[in-house]
């Protein structure tokens, strides 16, 4: 079992910055990915950024350039940077922790943490 927490959110102009973070805890050896994705009102959760154990990245197309995800040596604690937001960014951001135990995956999430952008 992991245990994944969510902070960081508030509200923050258009143009401004905001930093997330994510803590997992519990069976953190079997940890693979740790991502980032979004909901909004009208939209279902979509996918922002992973990162890899072995520190691969990707992000959506959206918030490239904008974006960063990083994460700290224990590799159980991933971090959003959020530059440059715009309105459309407003969402409920989740943390989603991937764990690997043999071919097993199991995903583990957090409680979301509101993020909004005024214009």
């Known amino acids: 079992q992991v245990q994944v927490v969510e902070s960081g959110g508030g509200l923050v102009q258009s143009g401004g910055s905001l930093r997330l973070s994510c803590a997992a805890s519990g069976n953190t050896d079997s940890i693979y990915t740790m991502a980032w994705y979004r909901q909004s009102a009208e939209n279902q959760r979509n996918y922002v950024a992973y990162?890899?154990?072995?520190?691969?990245?990707d992000y959506r197309d959206s918030v490239k350039g904008r974006f960063t995800i990083s994460r700290d040596v224990a590799g159980t604690t991933v971090y959003l940077q959020m530059n440059n937001l715009k309105p459309e960014d407003t969402a409920v951001y989740f943390c989603n922790v991937e764990t690997m135990s043999g071919i097993r995956k199991t995903d583990y999430w957090g409680q979301g943490t509101q993020v909004t952008v005024s214009s």
């Open positions: 990162i890899t154990r072995g520190g691969t990245t």
